[in-house]
């Protein structure tokens, strides 16, 4: 159930710390203004940077001129302790299926950065929304003797930027 869903942006601005719920509520709303065409829905900073797919865009250029509603699949995935929101989901753009790959940075009750990918492969949307539910597995915490650092994650992470660049075959790159 979204925590959000009919709290005020207030609310959500005046919290101190926003938590996983919390970051949960700044996608909801997010997709809601997408879907409505209203980026004046959301609390962004002045110099709010938007990319779609790679590209800089204003906020309310590209998908959000086409997007029509929230799809059944969502996966939030929140980084309390960065301020990130991340979300991988389905959507609909003029009534075809699309994936969805967000990311919105949350400071201070606004939202200076947002990243969007669109797939646009309705047949791959459409599988997807056909799970119902993303696993178990990508929901669910580890217990704490499985968990690794968050500095091992981004070391391990950075490998594999590291291996493309470098395209040797030689080094770790797992």
């Not at 590209?62 to 969502?74: E, L, P, S, V």
Request: aromatic residues 8%.
């Amino acid at each position: 159930m979204r925590l959000f869903l009919f709290a005020s942006l207030a609310v959500i601005a005046s919290a101190q710390q926003c938590d996983r719920a919390c970051l949960n509520g700044w996608v909801d709303k997010y997709l809601e203004a997408v879907v409505a065409h209203d980026a004046k829905r959301l609390p962004i900073t002045a110099n709010v940077k938007y990319t779609e797919n790679g590209q800089r865009l204003n906020l309310d250029d590209g998908f959000w001129n086409t997007a029509t509603a929230i799809g059944t699949y969502k996966l939030y995935v929140p980084d309390v302790r960065m301020g990130n929101a991340a979300f991988i989901g389905t959507m609909r753009e003029a009534g075809a299926a699309v994936t969805v790959g967000l990311r919105l940075k949350v400071e201070n009750g606004k939202i200076p950065e947002i990243e969007t990918m669109v797939i646009r492969n309705p047949t791959a949307a459409a599988n997807i929304e056909k799970s119902g539910s993303p696993r178990k597995a990508l929901t669910e915490s580890l217990p704490a003797d499985k968990r690794v650092s968050r500095d091992k994650l981004v070391e391990t992470a950075n490998k594999y930027f590291t291996g493309m660049m470098l395209n040797d075959g030689k080094g770790d790159y797992p």
